[in-house]
């Protein structure tokens, strides 16, 4: 099955600075790449996806990259702000079916 | 706040006891998973529907979970006798398409002790 890996576990930048959070994916047939948000305690909220027929999409703040051949993609968020921070997963999916998640990064925005 | 409702916010259960929890779903959405998420945040898949019909589950979900989604009903999860290691946030989530534009609610947690 899929395995959706999320390389940085924790990440700190300054306020105003980018973050940007890189995972990978196994299975050449997923075709859906969403991102989600958690705060502590609380649940997951969308914050951007991508389809595999684009390899960039953009939402105000945040870029998502996607590199089909490398079965790699990235989140950018620029010009970031104490709000950001949050728990970010990656995941992958297949048409019609479950959604395979990374194990989360961490990302601290110090004012 | 999250078009998909799930109660109760928290559950205390004792080892052996039933767990149930319920789900209802963003109106118009035909497609239902839940997950389980621990305390390490990794995520599990448990089990879909599509309308009342169960699409995908794992074996878990098949020897120790009683779930389904009725119709005109919300949708229900119930762990038919609880272990510790059942302690974590179980997420539901709806789709439309079932290929995209989840709606996760605000999540079930459970405490097993």
């Known amino acids: 099955g899929e395995k959706v890996e999320q390389h940085e576990s924790t990440l700190s930048v300054r306020e105003g600075d980018s973050a940007v959070i890189n995972c990978t994916y196994t299975?050449?047939?997923?075709?859906?790449f969403p991102w989600y948000k958690q705060e502590a305690g609380k649940s997951l909220h969308f914050v951007i996806d991508?389809?595999?027929?684009?390899d960039r999409k953009q939402s105000q703040r945040l870029i998502v990259l996607l590199d089909k051949k490398a079965k790699r993609f990235s989140l950018h968020i620029t010009a970031t702000q104490p709000e950001d921070s949050a728990i970010y997963f990656c995941?992958?999916?297949?048409?019609?079916?479950?959604?395979?998640f990374g194990d989360g990064t961490q990302l601290v925005v110090k004012p | 706040n999250s078009k998909v409702i799930q109660t109760p916010r928290y559950l205390v259960k004792g080892q052996g006891q039933k767990a149930k929890m319920r789900c209802i779903p963003e109106?118009?959405?035909?497609?239902v998973f839940w997950y389980q998420q621990n305390k390490n945040n990794e995520f599990k898949f448990l089990i879909n529907?599509?309308?009342?019909?169960?699409?995908?589950q794992i074996d878990m979900t098949e020897k120790r979970f009683s779930a389904e989604c009725p119709s005109n009903s919300p949708c229900s999860l119930e762990i038919q006798s609880s272990e510790a290691g059942d302690s974590a946030l179980y997420l539901c989530?709806?789709?439309?398409?079932?290929?995209?534009?989840?709606?996760f609610g605000s999540g079930t947690r459970l405490l097993v002790i």
């Open positions: 989530a709806s789709s439309l398409t079932g290929v995209s534009d989840y709606t």
């Open positions: 299975d050449t047939a997923s075709s859906y």
């Open positions: 991508i389809r595999s027929n684009v």
């Open positions: 995941a992958a999916s297949r048409s019609n079916n479950r959604i395979f």
């Open positions: 109106k118009g959405h035909p497609v």
């Open positions: 529907f599509q309308n009342q019909e169960v699409l995908q």
